[in-house]
């Protein structure tokens, strides 16, 4: 394509822009003029185009690193500083183009009425990860200023745009800021390389001897009319796979967005994977297209920024000019989302079989710098190699630490996972900071959880040992992940429903806890029961749950007085036959579960 084209596209995207922008936008005389596009509600994307120099991915003059666009909002007491990133022609998504003169700030108002904004826009060498404000020299927009008004959300659940963004809380739950409801997770941990789909611009494996490469082909028939594509159609597929997720109330996705030297090596943001210094325009749009749709569907963006061989890839893992640079764009592209959370890497950490790893301080600034850097203070985890050693050589260093806000666990002994959480839960509320645990990886590593038509399946197990025991230690919910064994592993899976059954009764614990249980103000409690391998969580005095792996004649311990008993079935979502009980300061019979005794089982118990 050659300049002339590519200026008269960028013209026509700019006067379309300007063309829908909001007519509550003001913009100083003299300045650059912005252009604002998005619904300017609460919690909704906005954002602001601007005409810069003429340049490409490939340019000398590398625009992604020698040059630095920041946005500030404020809205009384509020105050953002957002950054920005090179958007090639502006609409790389659809045009595959890697040239233009167009840069864009994503910004998320978390506030209705009049939002002001001024513009620093400069240019430098490798100024993009300097923060003195006054590096470099004024380009383009800079100084610019303007306003707009934001009005509040028209969107309904399951989008998040109709709860706000999802921050820690100081709590061992995140919290929507807009409804203030507590998150529980559950969802999909495989296939890691998610993002390695063949619709995707420069999306390939670099390494044919291990194509795990997707077309999702599968899931094309759950796309819907009305739903995202690109390029005349592109995008069913991955744009199905979530729709069916979605449809059976998983609320979260696991993926990579950088695996250069690892298991899948086919999912980078830059422009080739042996660069680290530029980014690919039109991929990163598209990938944003999905990343909008997982939201507006209710599904939370887990994204993982590295796999455990890539921990010294980047600045030998110090965090230098090629990881800020590569944290920079994740966060101006896609920080704005509401349902988003930060994993600094994958298996983090030594082991034997990866005897080159970062280490406490390498961990310690990666957690820093998202602190110090995104705007929205989304929480930010780190997974770990799956043996009580790994958790203790990564996870005790950062108790205490304000920019980590919880372990993303890895085990190879299942039977540990309800005394584990719950240990790291109250070492992290000694320490000052309490954690948000979630379980994102079970062993066997060979097969993880076994898919519905498995032979010797091991699903019932893990629904006790891995869900129940996590959500009853007070862990904040489970992902679940496939195995490298399976016939669908982490790599190759490219279709959900062989594990219907295992979103159903995953779905059916997220729903008994948001809608029977005050789980942010309880704790663990297997002290209230002599069953061996049940599980208790309580709120004293208010409210009790009791998960029995095999159903039969049990017995709890609670305080003198009257109570309501129910029973619950975690296989299939159902309660059952509530009844009145009185208990005397010692063993209580609650009598059988009613009906498939050997059978897992909860009791929901509550004061009367």
Not at 114 to 137: C, H, L, M
Not at 178 to 185: D, F, P, T
Not at 271 to 286: A, I, N, V
Not at 526 to 555: H, M, Q
């Amino acid at each position: 394509m050659n300049n002339r084209i590519q200026s008269l596209l960028c013209l026509t995207f700019l006067a379309a822009l300007l063309s829908c922008a909001s007519r509550s936008e003001s913009v100083d005389a003299g300045t650059q003029v912005s252009a604002i596009s998005g619904e300017l509600k609460q919690w909704h994307r906005v954002t602001l185009s601007f005409a810069g120099p003429e340049t490409s991915e490939s340019a000398e003059d590398n625009p992604f690193l020698n040059y630095r666009l920041q946005v500030t909002f404020t809205n009384g007491d509020r105050t953002y500083s957002v950054p920005g990133y090179y958007a090639a022609d502006g609409n790389a998504g659809e045009t595959s183009s890697e040239s233009g003169n167009i840069w864009k700030v994503h910004f998320n108002p978390d506030t209705t009425g009049t939002w002001n904004y001024s513009v620093s826009f400069r240019k430098g060498q490798s100024i993009a990860i300097i923060d003195d404000p006054e590096a470099g020299r004024p380009v383009a927009s800079d100084g610019a200023k303007g306003t707009f008004d934001i009005t509040a959300s028209d969107k309904g659940s399951p989008d998040f745009r109709a709860k706000g963004q999802l921050r820690y809380a100081g709590k061992h739950y995140l919290q929507f800021a807009g409804s203030k409801e507590y998150y529980i997770k559950g969802g999909a941990d495989s296939p890691e390389n998610f993002l390695a789909y063949e619709d995707f611009d420069g999306t390939y494996a670099s390494d044919t001897a291990r194509n795990n490469m997707k077309s999702w082909e599968p899931h094309i028939r759950d796309w819907n009319e009305g739903d995202p594509v690109w390029q005349g159609g592109k995008g069913k597929g991955i744009i199905g796979a979530l729709n069916y997720l979605a449809s059976k109330g998983m609320n979260s996705v696991y993926f990579i967005t950088m695996n250069i030297g690892g298991d899948g090596r086919d999912v980078w943001p830059y422009t080739s994977h042996s660069e680290r210094l530029r980014f690919d325009c039109s991929k990163l749009d598209q990938w944003e297209t999905v990343f909008e749709h997982m939201n507006r569907k209710g599904i939370v963006l887990h994204l993982l920024t590295q796999e455990t061989e890539n921990e010294t890839l980047l600045d030998n893992g110090d965090t230098g000019l090629e990881r800020k640079l590569y944290y920079r764009e994740l966060m101006s592209r896609f920080g704005h989302h509401n349902g988003l959370v930060w994993n600094l890497g994958e298996e983090n950490g030594p082991d034997s079989g990866a005897p080159t790893a970062q280490n406490d301080e390498q961990r310690a600034a990666m957690a820093n710098y998202f602190e110090a850097h995104d705007p929205y203070e989304h929480a930010v985890y780190i997974h770990t190699w799956p043996h009580a050693i790994h958790r203790k050589r990564v996870y005790a260093p950062l108790l205490g630490h304000e920019g980590f806000d919880g372990p993303s666990f890895q085990f190879g002994h299942n039977e540990l996972i309800n005394e584990e959480v719950a240990y790291w839960l109250e070492e992290s509320r000694k320490a000052g900071h309490p954690w948000v645990a979630n379980l994102d990886e079970t062993g066997p590593a060979s097969h993880g959880i076994l898919h519905d038509a498995a032979p010797d399946n091991n699903q019932d197990t893990l629904r006790a040992v891995a869900l129940w025991g996590t959500l009853m230690a007070g862990g904040a919910g489970v992902e679940w992940y496939f195995g490298y064994k399976n016939p669908h592993h982490d790599l190759s899976a490219q279709n959900y429903r062989p594990w219907e059954r295992v979103w159903s009764f995953t779905r059916h614990a997220m729903e008994f806890y948001q809608e029977h249980l005050p789980f942010s103000e309880m704790q663990p409690a297997n002290d209230l029961t002599p069953v061996d391998g049940a599980f208790g969580f309580a709120k004293a005095g208010e409210i009790y749950a009791f998960y029995f792996p095999v159903g039969r004649e049990a017995s709890v311990k609670l305080p003198g007085g009257n109570y309501s008993m129910e029973w619950f079935d975690p296989r299939n979502g159902e309660l059952h036959r509530k009844k009145v009980v009185q208990a005397s300061d010692a063993i209580t019979g609650v009598g059988n579960p009613p009906n498939e005794l050997g059978k897992d089982w909860v009791v929901l118990v509550k004061v009367l």
